[in-house]
């Protein structure tokens, strides 16, 4: 059983240096994920096995501090989902002032037309004749 708990240790270490020969790279590391490594079963290093115990404990360690590499794209993930809802934010205030300026220049138009008695040129329009 020493030869085997070697296969475990070593396949840890491959694990931890990032690696593995068996196992996609990345892979989280877990008991299920060693044993693989090692050429062994899924589930074949149990808790309630002694012989174990300190490969157990090598590995939640080395799992612990190692980060998961899911954490770092649902931080990316949000990231981008914060930085898509300010875009979207500033767009929203744009249209409201565009919006309000349409508002503005119509009443402005209005005002004009009452006060010069209801004609009023546009600013640009077709040249008249004349004027050439």
């Known amino acids: 059983m020493a030869s085997a708990l070697t296969d475990y240790f070593e396949a840890l270490e491959r694990l931890k240096k990032g690696q593995p020969l068996v196992v996609p790279k990345g892979t989280k590391i877990t008991n299920d994920a060693v044993s693989l490594e090692a050429g062994r079963g899924k589930g074949t290093i149990k808790k ?54 349409l508002m503005e220049l119509y009443e402005a138009k209005n005002t004009i037309g009452k006060l010069t008695g209801g004609t009023v040129l546009p600013i640009r329009g077709k040249r008249h004749r004349a004027a050439l």
């Open 48 to 101: 309630s096995r002694p012989i174990f115990a300190d490969l157990i404990a090598a590995i939640d360690e080395a799992a612990a501090e190692r980060p998961d590499p899911q954490d770092a794209l649902k931080r990316q993930l949000a990231s981008a989902k914060g930085v898509a809802e300010e875009y979207r934010r500033l767009w929203e205030e744009a249209l409201a002032r565009e919006a309000s300026l």
